[in-house]
């Protein structure tokens, strides 16, 4: 078996658009042809660092940000986007808009126990089509158990230091290069991919890429 082709993930999970990017990558992966296996490493970056700790109710925050009007009319158009690639955005379930830095702690965590697909995959289909509130710790612990975390690790995860000294670290290395929105997808630590690209884009993409990536090994 060939060696994974590593792509890191930087992202949030209360956006939209990075749960759309991820099904549209995995719409690719799933073509005759792409590179197999794929290495997803998750990284954190915080839409709403300012964020209160318990959230903010979601019609609150949106009409604050775009106007009711305007919030209305962007979640039309992302619920069609999403039923493009499966994905049944439950707005009307979705009573408060989060703050993620407990879920990146435990994305953290989940990396560790080599279950971070596993979890971020729990995260956003249960926030985004659930309404879950993942901004609570007893909710997030729901879906590490699903995805089958060991306990003591996500307790110390939610509750300790060295995940959130970890997530801030991740975070303002993203700064460092530059992240000013996401998602946005690092290849062979050389190739920076911004935005929700469409599956034609990664087919096209990643054969090259897993081709370069193979070449330098043999090389190497």
């Known amino acids: 078996m060939s060696d994974p082709l590593p792509i890191t993930v930087y992202s949030d999970v209360i956006c939209p658009w990075c749960y759309v990017g991820k099904r549209r990558l995995e719409a690719a992966l799933a073509s005759p042809g792409m590179p197999a296996p794929i290495e997803f490493s998750w990284r954190p970056f915080e839409l709403n660092p300012d964020m209160p700790a318990e959230g903010i109710e979601r019609k609150i925050y949106r009409a604050r940000k775009f106007g009711e009007v305007r919030s209305a009319e962007l979640d039309v158009r992302m619920a069609s986007t999403g039923r493009e690639v499966g994905i049944e955005f439950a707005f009307d ?38 309404g879950l509130d993942i901004g609570r710790a007893d909710v997030l612990e729901g879906i590490a158990a699903a995805a089958g975390l060991e306990a003591d690790g996500v307790d110390r995860a939610l509750t300790g230091t060295d995940s959130l000294q970890a997530v801030t670290k991740l975070e303002q290395q993203g700064y460092g290069m530059g992240i000013q929105g996401v998602p946005f997808f690092i290849l062979l630590a050389k190739y920076s991919i911004s935005g929700a690209q469409p599956p034609e884009f990664w087919r096209e993409a990643l054969p090259k890429i897993a081709e370069e990536a193979s070449s330098a090994r043999a090389t190497g």
């Open 93 to 130: 379930r979705m009573r408060r808009t989060p703050n993620t830095r407990l879920a990146h702690r435990l994305i953290w965590e989940a990396g560790r126990q080599n279950r971070q697909d596993a979890v971020v995959e729990r995260l956003f289909h249960g926030y985004f089509e659930e």
